[in-house]
């Protein structure tokens, strides 16, 4: 193959490679807000505001560390913007900043 050949084949697959990165992270940018109501959420114990987790229920949540525990201070956590951000446990939606689940793991 003749070496513009090759190099024409390189850009378009970086172009293609680029062209589903911003698909995905868009998608991401405009995916649902987990709520309450999702099976995940009710599974993991999920909410939207991490000072009204019931603590008696998860205890992870109770322990010394438990204050700065949300989203936010979640080693999966990616941002999105101020309020939103993706977490791979919920592909495809959005949780909030100031949300919290029994996954949570230290940044
Ligand atoms: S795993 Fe982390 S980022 Fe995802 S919902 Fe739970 S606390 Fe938030």
Redesign the pocket.
């Known amino acids: 193959m003749p070496q513009s050949a090759n190099r024409r084949q390189f850009l378009k697959s970086a172009a293609v490679a680029s062209s589903a990165l911003l698909i995905a992270r868009f998608s991401h940018a405009q995916g649902p807000v987990v709520t309450a109501d999702d099976p995940t959420a009710v599974a993991?114990g999920?909410v939207a505001d991490h000072t009204q987790v019931d603590t008696a229920k998860w205890a992870k949540k109770a322990g010394p560390d438990g204050a700065g525990?949300?989203?936010t201070s979640?080693a999966?956590?990616q941002v999105i913007d101020d309020e939103y951000?993706a977490?791979p446990?919920?592909a495809g939606k959005r949780?909030h900043a100031a949300?919290?689940?029994n996954?949570?793991?230290q940044k």
Do not use: A, E, K, R
């Open positions: 993991l999920y525990q949300q989203c979640c999966i956590y951000g977490c446990i919920f949780v949300g919290w689940c996954s949570w793991v």
